[in-house]
């Protein structure tokens, strides 16, 4: 779904990735790890297209996306969630629900009724300005607008953050039944513990700009391996 190999991506003359490489196969739940300012975010935004590679490539869905721009991508079936939401507050739920349509152009599939039945709190408040939410319900309104499109791929920047707990696990079971319902391909990038552990199927860990390690089964349920490259 998708390859990503030699990535490097700089801001200005300062590099910040170097020779990233991360697959994810379809259906996947794919984390990846690490510590505040080690390059998660510069890593989604070069894979939705806001930033440029220096080098390396990135195909999707069987085909080089590198040169293509965000919103080319979008259409080809990524679902972007970016870090801290960024839901527009002044728009109703509805109307920031409708602007993810564009995603997965080839899908004729619209998904307002499983963004509803998961998030029901969407359909309550249908009417009611987005700005007027907690942030829980707005991290549930961001999901659901790259999801009602019908994307391949959900593209997740920080999800917890600023999210209360008890709200964090109740996404991150969201986040699993939808993969496993739809068959959406999710790539997350986290720092948080919580959710590495109980979102991710694989998780790679980044840490100053490259990929250091890769933890599945016993090795990503062990606390102490995991807790390695997070601030915890
Ligand atoms: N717009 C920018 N211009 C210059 N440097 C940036 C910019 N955005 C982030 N950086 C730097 O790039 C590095 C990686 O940042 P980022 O990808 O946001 O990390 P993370 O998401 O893991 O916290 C940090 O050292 C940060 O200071
Ligand atoms: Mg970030």
Do not use: W
């Not at 790890?33 to 490539?57: C, F, Q, R, Y």
């Not at 109307?95 to 599939?109: P, R, V």
């Not at 998961?118 to 991290?139: C, D, H, N, V, W």
């Amino acid at each position: 779904m998708l390859e990503i190999e030699n990535l490097s991506v700089s801001y200005g003359k300062t590099p910040i990735l170097r020779d990233v490489d991360v697959s994810v196969d379809a259906g996947e739940v794919v984390g990846i790890m690490g510590k505040n300012g080690v390059g998660k975010t510069t890593l989604v935004k070069a894979i939705i297209g806001l930033l440029e590679a220096d080098a390396g490539t990135i195909r999707f869905d069987g085909r080089d996306v590198t040169d293509e721009r965000a919103d080319e991508r979008a259409r080809r079936g990524i679902g972007y969630i970016p870090q801290g939401r960024d839901v527009f507050p002044e728009l109703t739920v509805e109307q920031n629900l409708k602007m993810g349509e564009t995603i997965n152009e080839a899908s004729e599939t619209l998904h307002y009724d499983t963004v509803y039945e998961y998030f029901p709190i969407l359909e309550e408040r249908r009417s009611q300005k987005a700005g007027t939410m907690s942030g829980g319900q707005q991290q549930m309104l961001a999901i659901g607008r790259a999801l009602v499109g019908d994307p391949k791929l959900l593209l997740l920047d920080e999800p917890s953050e600023g999210i209360q707990p008890s709200i964090v696990q109740d996404l991150t079971r969201d986040l699993r039944e939808l993969s496993a319902d739809l068959g959406t391909t999710i790539l997350f990038v986290e720092q948080n513990l919580h959710v590495v552990q109980n979102l991710s199927e694989r998780c790679y860990a980044i840490d100053k700009g490259t990929i250091v390690d890769e933890l599945e089964g016993d090795r990503l349920a062990s606390r102490d391996e995991v807790a390695a490259y997070l601030a915890v």
